[in-house]
C-alpha cells in the first residue's frame, strides 16, 4: 500500500474520535458514567472495602505464637550474685506460648469482619449514586442553562431588529425618537440580560465539568429513565441500604459477646538449662475464671443486643424517611408536570398569537413598533418560564432516578 494512503488512514482514525465529539453531542449517560469513574469518594470507599476484606481474613486465624526467654532463680545477694553458675537452681529458660481460640469464636469475629467488609462494600455503591446524582443536577443545570441563553439571545436579537426598523422609519419621518429611545433602552436591557444568562450558563458548564472532568461544549436534551417504584426506591435508598448492613454487623458482635463467656485456653512449653545439673522442661495451661460473667461478660452482650435495637430502629427510621422523600418527589413531578401544560396552553400559547396579531396590526399601521417588541419578549418570557418549569420537572425527576443505589451495588 503507497505511503500517502496509509497516511491518509492514519490521519483519519486519529480525527474519527473528535470528529465523533463534534457530531454527537454529550449526553447525560455519558456524564453519568464518567462522573463514576472519576469518583475518588467511590475510590476511597473501594480502598475501605478492600481492607475490611484484608481484615476479615485475617481475624479467622489463631493469634501469634509468643516466644519466652529468661532465667529463673538468678541470686541477687551473696559472693554469687547475678551469677548463673553459683546455684544449682538457676536455669536459663527458652519456651513458647499460645493463646488457642475455639474454632466457634474465630468464625464468629470473621462473621464480623465479613459483615464490615459487606458494609464497606456497600459504601462504595453509595459514593457512586451520590456521583450519578450529583452530575445529573449539575448536567441538567447546564443544559437549562443553555437553553435560556438561546431565548435570551433571541430577545436580544428582537429588540435589535425592532431598533434598526425604529431608526429606518425615523429617518423616513414615520416614526418619532420617543419610539426609538425605547427601543434603544431594550437592546441595553436585553444585552445585560443576554450577559447576565451568559455568566450563570458558565458557571453551569463550570459545575459539570467538575464531576465529568471535560468541557461540554453542546448538551442533548437530558433523557431521564422511568422513575423507580416506591418499593424499589426505598429498598435502593443508600441510606436504608446503609442502615440495613449497620444491623448485620450488630448482629455479628452480639455473638461474639455471647462466645466471649468461654475463655481461651493458653499453653506454654519452655525447656531450662542448668549448669551441672539436669535440664528440665515445663508445661503449663492458663485459664482465665470469669468469677462475675453476669457483672461483666453478660453486661457486654446486653449492651450489644442494645446496639441492635439501636440498629434497627435507626434503620426504620431511614425507610420511614426515604418512603417521605419518594413521596414528596412524585407529588412534585407530578405538580410541575400540570404547571408545564397549564402554562403552555393557557399562557404561552395565548402570547404567540397576540405577538401575530401584533405583527399583522404593525403592518397595517395599527400598532407600532414598541408594541411589537413588547409582544415578543411577553413571549420569550413565557417561554423562559416553562424552560424554568421543565428545569425543575427534571431535576426532580432525576433525584428519583438517580437517589437509589444500582441494583448491584445495593444487595
Given at each position: ?37 472519576r ?43 547475678f ?42 455503591g ?9 452530575t ?5 443545570e ?23 426598523t ?9 416614526g ?13 436591557a436585553?444585552?445585560?440580560?443576554s450577559?447576565d ?120 427510621e ?12 412524585s ?10 401544560e ?32 413588547e ?14 418549569l421543565?428545569r ?20
Open positions: 500500500m503507497p505511503k500517502n494512503i496509509l497516511r491518509a488512514v492514519a490521519l483519519a482514525a486519529a480525527l474519527l474520535p473528535a470528529i465523533r465529539a463534534v457530531a454527537e453531542p454529550f449526553t447525560l449517560d455519558q456524564a453519568v458514567d464518567l462522573a463514576v469513574q469518583s475518588q469518594m467511590a475510590r476511597a470507599a473501594r480502598a475501605g472495602a478492600m481492607s475490611a476484606a484484608e481484615m476479615a481474613r485475617a481475624s479467622g486465624q489463631q493469634p501469634d505464637p509468643m516466644l519466652t526467654v529468661g532465667i529463673d532463680n538468678l541470686p541477687v545477694t551473696g559472693s554469687g550474685r551469677s548463673t553458675n553459683a546455684e544449682d537452681m538457676t536455669m536459663k529458660r527458652i519456651g513458647i506460648a499460645q493463646e488457642w481460640v475455639s474454632a466457634d469464636k474465630r468464625s464468629a469475629r470473621e462473621a464480623v469482619s465479613s459483615a464490615m467488609h459487606r458494609r464497606e462494600t456497600v459504601m462504595e453509595v459514593a457512586a449514586a451520590d456521583a450519578r446524582m450529583q445529573a443536577m449539575a448536567y441538567i447546564a443544559y437549562y442553562a443553555g437553553e435560556a441563553l438561546k431565548l435570551t439571545a433571541l430577545n436580544e436579537k428582537h429588540a435589535r431588529e425592532e431598533l434598526e425604529g431608526k429606518g422609519r425615523l429617518a423616513t419621518l414615520s418619532n425618537s420617543a419610539e426609538v429611545l425605547g427601543l434603544t433602552s431594550a437592546v441595553g436585553a444585552e445585560d440580560e450577559a444568562t451568559r455568566q450563570q450558563q458558565a458557571a453551569a458548564v463550570a459545575g459539570l465539568s467538575r464531576w465529568t472532568g471535560e468541557p461540554a461544549e453542546e448538551l442533548a436534551a437530558p433523557n431521564v429513565a422511568i422513575a423507580p417504584t416506591s418499593d424499589a426506591f426505598v429498598a435502593a435508598h443508600p441510606l436504608v441500604v446503609a442502615k440495613q448492613r449497620d444491623i448485620d454487623v450488630a448482629r455479628q458482635e452480639v455473638e461474639v459477646a455471647r462466645l466471649s463467656r468461654k475463655p481461651n485456653w493458653s499453653y506454654e512449653v519452655s525447656y531450662g538449662q542448668r549448669v551441672g545439673r539436669p535440664d528440665l522442661m515445663s508445661f503449663g495451661v492458663s485459664i482465665p475464671l470469669p468469677v462475675a460473667p453476669a457483672a461483666r461478660q453478660d453486661r457486654e452482650t446486653a449492651a450489644k443486643l442494645a446496639l441492635v435495637e439501636k440498629a434497627e430502629a435507626d434503620a426504620e431511614a425507610r420511614r424517611a426515604a418512603a417521605g422523600e419518594y413521596a414528596a418527589l407529588s412534585d413531578a407530578r405538580r410541575l408536570q400540570e404547571r408545564v397549564r402554562f403552555q396552553t393557557a399562557v404561552l400559547e395565548p402570547l404567540k398569537q397576540r405577538t401575530a396579531a401584533t405583527l399583522a396590526a404593525y403592518r397595517s399601521n395599527q400598532a407600532s413598533l414598541v408594541m411589537v417588541f409582544a415578543r419578549h411577553a413571549e420569550v418570557e413565557a417561554q423562559r418560564k416553562v424552560l424554568n421543565k425543575d420537572l427534571a431535576k426532580t425527576q432525576a433525584q428519583l432516578v438517580f437517589k437509589p443505589m444500582s441494583q448491584g451495588a445495593a444487595q
